[in-house]
């Protein structure tokens, strides 16, 4: 089905990006231009500001490929993840923006609202295209 592999592709990326903040954040690092893993950081903080921007509309085009009773559900997430994208996407341009940055800065974004749940609303929406019940217009649980 188109776009399901940008999704998952988008996913992955804001994974990816925690998991690396979480590791960054205990390093105890006052600047990443003094880090081996500075330059790596940036790049993930990147990769995640570009799909956090392209997932709610991959999201959408994924449910313009449903029937009519799996889409409607869909693209009311599709909305709901929009917003929640924009939040997070503000604090993580902020701290890209950053001439340096520090674990202790990581970690404060590691512990925002809206970071967390964007890699929340990435875990279900993964969780649910992996599982297939949308792919045959099923919206029970367990297939």
């Known amino acids: 089905m188109p776009h399901r592999d940008d999704v998952a592709m988008y996913c992955d990326a804001i994974e990816e990006c925690y998991e690396f903040m979480l590791a960054y954040a205990a390093q105890g690092v ?7 893993n500075g330059a790596q950081l940036r790049q993930l903080l990147a990769r995640a500001v570009d799909a956090a921007s392209g997932l709610p ?34 604090a993580l341009r902020l701290v890209l ?16 609202l809206h970071v ?13 295209l992996a599982a297939g019940n949308t792919a045959a217009g099923n919206t029970e649980p367990g297939g």
């Open 57 to 90: 509309d991959a999201c959408a085009a994924v449910a313009a490929t449903m029937p009519p009773d799996v889409a409607r559900p869909f693209e009311a997430y599709a909305g709901m993840l929009r917003a929640d994208a924009e939040k997070a996407l503000a």
């Open 30 to 36: 006052a600047d990443d231009h003094e880090s081996r």
């Open 116 to 128: 967390r749940t964007l890699l929340t609303d990435v875990f279900l929406l993964d969780e649910v």
């Open 97 to 112: 923006a950053q001439p340096r940055i520090s674990s202790q800065l990581v970690d404060n974004l590691n512990a925002s």
